[in-house]
């Protein structure tokens, strides 16, 4: 198991420069080596080799192993025809590879003073790897070369050398400069430091990684260790089970002792109105600076005029110094809302994981969610909540079940008696028309989660007798909810009004019938 740390760096304006200059390096190569890339990916498909062996693979639906020797044999020659490959190897006689390529260009140009040659193999690696997605995917990949708008943000080292952390400090050393940089701060008042200054054998390898803030590059250098990461002290680890029902902007858990129902990243203060005004005014300002890219103003039928849309073609908007900077302001603004998201994010995996160590959840695709609700999925990230959620109950000596919800049906069986019966999106509270069941949406789904053995199959007496047992427990969780949050948060983000919440939650809305074990 490896785990990462996260190290600020303090920098000085004269290493800022060469930080600089590294990373402008960086972006040089990346873009002559994913160039050579391309066109060497270009011969490769178009080689009668390859074609040949594809051919073979689409006519044989049942391929015996020799007819796939023969097939990986011509796929091999086309490779080695086109230098398509990333490493030198034996078989494929002199050494043309990606990563050789990139070593010969950098010794030849003025790369080689702002560069080692780790650095080089790794950046040729990564290429390599978005080369292979093409590949895979050759109608729709994209190779996205490295702009002004999307330069290089990182530079990975190897086996802990050139790029290394060394005497807690961040040591790159080149042909022209040799630089040490130093932690931005105390690294002995953090807990997470501890394992990284208890043993530095662990090191595996350091990236070194630059973010924009209000207009300025910030370093810092993640370093890779082995082993698992520490703990602190005020994060609990619990034990049990954890059903859990993840939306576009809610989720709810149950565990043994304890359920929950909240909105995802309730305290993110969204900022629609400051983004939406500064858009506006991008948006009338591009206008302005480009306004013979625009087709001419008209009258609708009606009299109302109506702005003329982008004319047809290839576009190079030119943007004044104010866009400019209310580009700045957009992308801070965003940057912002983005930290305090993934902060929150992790505060709420952390409460999750001290409750149990086992999390069942349901395997939905989160792309059909794009699409429906782009706005609500924008701002709360559930699917970056997940991976979130997945990685600390892994990294922990945790558990993580993906629940099929094909097999499952969690949001469309009844926890008390096994009745499924198919609801709207709409439908946000559960009413059983066989058993008498009522329960908030998530929290009926969660109990399923919970019941669900390793196979997605829903153990029947398991979740009806959850359903007795954690009554008292759903309903404070309702309370809870219906206490932190407005009448219009809770019509918006869960399709019930404050007063049905607490009907639920404080009446007899919670009804245990007797149905049939499904």
Known sequence: MIHIVKVPLRVSPKEYKILKARFNAAHSLDNAVKGEGLHRLTRYRSSPEFVKGKDLLKSNNNCTKELDNEISGLFSIARTKSGYYLRSASKYGKDDS??????????????????DSTSCITIADRVFASLETKRKNWKNG????????????????????????????????????????????????????????????????????????????KYSAIITCEGSPIVKSKHKLGKGEIGIDLGTSTFGYVADKYAKLSLLCQEIDVN??????????????????????????????????????????AKNFEASKRQQVNYDKLAELKRKQAEYRRCLHGKEANEIRSHGNYLKIENTQKKGWQKLWGKSVGNRAPAMFETILKNKFLATNGKVLEINTFVNKGSQRCPNCGNIFKKELKDRLHQCDKCGYTMQREMASSIIAKATDDTSVVNARKAKKLCKDKDPVLRAALKRLTQSSSDEQLRNHFGLKKSELEKIACENGVKIGDGACF
């Open 98 to 115: 990606l990563q050789q390529y990139a070593y010969k260009y950098v010794r030849k140009s003025w790369i080689a003073d702002h560069l």
């Open 142 to 217: 994209k190779v996205r070369f490295k702009s002004k708008i999307n330069p290089v943000r990182s530079i990975r080292g190897k086996e802990n050398s050139c790029l290394k952390w060394k005497n807690h400090q961040l040591v790159w050393n080149t042909k022209l400069h040799e630089l040490t940089l130093n932690p931005g701060m105390d690294l002995t008042k953090d807990e997470k430091y501890k394992s990284i200054l208890k043993d530095p054998k662990i090191v595996k390898y350091v990236t070194i990684i630059r973010k924009m803030i209000n207009g300025v590059w």
């Open 272 to 313: 629609e109105d400051k983004i939406k005004k500064l858009q506006r005014v991008i948006s009338r300002q591009q206008r302005l600076n480009n306004s013979d890219k625009y087709e001419p103003d008209f009258y609708d039928k009606f009299g109302r005029k109506k702005k003329g849309k982008v004319k047809k073609g």
